[in-house]
Structures are given as C-alpha cells and as structure tokens.
C-alpha cells in the first residue's frame, strides 16, 4: 500500500494531505467513516493519516463527527457549504436538461446501430453469397434462353390471338423474373466486393 502523506515531527499529517481530504469530505457532502474515506480514495493513504487528517478538519471547524453504533463518522458542517444562486442552478437545470437529451439520442444510436448489427448476423455469409449467385445466374442464363426462343417462335409462326396473349403474358412474366433475379444477383456481386475488398471487375474474371 501506498502513502503520499508525509508527517512533520509531532507525527502529524502535512497541510497537502489535510487539505485533500478535507476538500474529498466537501465535494462528496455525505457522511463518511474513516474505512469509507481510506476504500474510496483507493486506499492511497493509510487508515490511521485519514483519522488523524478528519480529526484536523473537525478541530478547524471544517467537518463535524457524531458517533453512530460504536462507529465515528465524519460530515461537513453545513454552514461551510455555499448556497447556490437562482441563476447557477438555471444553469445547472440547463446543463442536465441539455446531457439528458445527448443521452437520448445516443441510445437511439445504439439501438440503431444493434438493428443493423442484428442484420449483419443474420446476413448470408461470402461463401452463400458466391452459392446463391451462381444459382442466380443459371437461372437468368435460362431465362434469357427462353424469351430468346419465345421471340424466335413469334417471329417464325404464325399463331392466333390467345395463343399469342399466352406467350406475351409468359414473355412478360419471365422478364420481370430475370430483371428481379438479376437485380439480386447484383447485389450479391456488390456485397461481396465490399467485404472482401475487390473490385466487380477482377471479381468477375476470377
């Protein structure tokens, strides 16, 4: 254990030391025992400096002692303490008014930030990413395919008018299926780019 007090010949703490505590007694403003001040300064100096330095700042009028079960305890007497003006505590209104309203607003971030973390976790992995677009990108091959032999056969046969709303309705159908698969295929190509740091191009050739 450490101790930053030093003592003058009598054995007494030095004015640094009693000015520290004293000073620790006024800003807490709570009873303390000589075991709670020696804890919460993190046992810096030793039990026996702080009981010689509380009993200094009784003898000085700066705090008080009452003995409650068996047990002395230290406070500040109250006539020591400044009163607060109307316009220091509009400030001080102000001041939690304005942290309380910083605190609002960082916990909305953080729920916004652990909504898109939750996202992130349940997002497809590289691996199911490059699967799901392989998967994506036969299926549009066969679609091209398709409306490629669906305009042929409209071109080279002559057909009546329900078969020819049939094969517009189909035609239509498997374009918006391969602009839909495409633009997810898509999106999967630029994921995979963000996270692995490369671009479409050298991902495509590769």
């Known amino acids: 254990m450490s101790s930053n007090v030093g003592t003058v010949s009598k ?6 030391a009693v000015g520290i505590i004293c000073n620790y007694m006024l800003q807490q403003n709570r009873p303390y025992s000589a075991v709670d001040v020696w ?3 993190r ?7 702080i009981i010689k ?44 008014i304005a942290k309380n309203n910083r605190l609002i607003e960082l916990n909305n971030e953080i729920k916004i930030v652990k909504n898109e973390l939750k996202e992130y976790e349940s997002a497809l992995s590289i691996e199911e990413m490059i699967a799901l677009q392989t998967t ?24 009546d008018e ?18 839909e698969r495409k633009r997810i295929a898509d999106r999967i190509v630029d994921a995979v780019c963000e996270n692995i740091n490369i671009s479409r191009k050298k991902l495509m050739v590769s």
Not at 43 to 49: D, G, L, T
Request: proline letters at 1%; charged letters at 35%; one cysteine or more.
């Open 11 to 16: 054995g007494q703490p030095d004015e640094v």
């Open 136 to 159: 994506l990108e036969a299926q549009i091959k066969k679609m091209e395919e398709r409306i490629s032999g669906m305009a042929t056969f409209a071109k080279n046969e002559v057909i």
């Open 162 to 179: 329900k078969k020819k709303s049939e094969l517009v309705a189909k035609l239509e159908y498997y374009q918006r299926q391969y602009k």
């Open 43 to 49: 046992q810096e100096y030793s039990k026996a400096q």
């Open 39 to 41: 804890n919460n300064l």
């Open 53 to 96: 330095c509380l009993d200094i700042g009784v003898e000085r009028g700066i705090l008080r002692e009452k003995l409650i079960s068996k047990q002395k305890v230290y406070f500040v007497d109250q006539s020591k303490i400044g009163k607060c003006g109307e316009e220091e505590l509009q400030i001080l209104n102000e001041s939690i």
